[in-house]
Antibody, heavy 114, light 112 residues
Framework: EVQLVESGGGLVQPGSPLKLSCAASGFTFSSNWLNWIRQAPGKGLEWVASINPDGSSTYYPDTVKGRFVVSKDNAKNTGYLQMNNLRSEDTAMYYC???????WGQGVMVTVSS | DVVLTQTPPTLSATIGQSVSISCRSSQSLLDSDGDTYLNWLLQRPGQSPQLLIYSVSNLESGVPNRFSGSGSETDFTLKISGVEAEDLGVYYCMQATHAPLTFGSGTKLEIK
């Protein structure tokens, strides 16, 4: 059974860093892209980052470029989203999703507030 | 960035009724490789999104065949032929043809 489990969320102050993890099982993680998508409270979905199977290429929208870094450790079957210089507008539920968006994690909440 | 405009924003249906949701793109979603990367997702209340349809019209494994997708270039439609109670939630279209990947604003399906 394919599973994606996010962790690492919480309440942080503006300007702080936070690192999310996405533990994968049930499929060949090293052969798949990994995507991160977020959803602000009561809002729609926003793509945040993608990384290719071997981790050599990463992609971001302008809203997080330069602040967020996506990575994956294929030996640990785990993906990461390092978020730096967090802003109030980054407050959202963060989901990791598989290659073709056919599997999603349960999400982890990140709240940025003083 | 590609803008996906979904209509209607809300939809109210009775059990057994057939409904359609439109997703219009600001640019053609036909990729140079010949595929069109337009997907449909459903987010039930309190749950993560789930993939229903990929590449316009392909039904994801395990998804009931009352769901169908159609369209091309810039105009796409998701049809539910005979709504069931479990279909309530918010439906999103998303495109992966052009960077950055973008989502429609969603259509909320309510059951009367």
């Amino acid at each position: 059974e394919v599973q994606l489990v996010e962790s690492g969320g919480g309440l942080v102050q503006p300007g702080s860093p936070l690192k999310l993890s996405c533990a994968a099982s049930g499929f060949t993680f090293s052969s798949n892209w990994l995507n991160w998508i977020r959803q602000a409270p009561g809002k729609g979905l926003e793509w945040v980052a993608s990384i290719n199977p071997d981790g050599s290429s990463t992609y971001y929208p302008d809203t997080v470029k330069g602040r967020f870094v996506v990575s994956k450790d294929n030996a640990k079957n785990t993906g990461y989203l390092q978020m730096n210089n967090l802003r109030s507008e980054d407050t959202a539920m963060y989901y990791c999703a598989s290659d073709y968006f056919d599997y999603w994690g349960q999400g982890v909440m990140v709240t940025v507030s003083s | 960035d590609v803008v996906l405009t979904q209509t209607p924003p809300t939809l109210s249906a009775t059990i057994g009724q057939s409904v359609s949701i439109s997703c219009r793109s600001s640019q053609s979603l036909l990729d140079s490789d010949g595929d069109t990367y337009l997907n449909w997702l459903l987010q039930r209340p309190g749950q993560s999104p789930q993939l229903l349809i990929y590449s316009v019209s392909n039904l994801e494994s395990g998804v009931p065949n009352r769901f169908s997708g159609s369209g091309s270039e810039t105009d796409f439609t998701l049809k539910i032929s005979g709504v069931e109670a479990e279909d309530l939630g918010v439906y999103y279209c998303m495109q992966a043809t052009h960077a950055p990947l973008t989502f429609g604003s969603g259509t909320k399906l309510e059951i009367k």
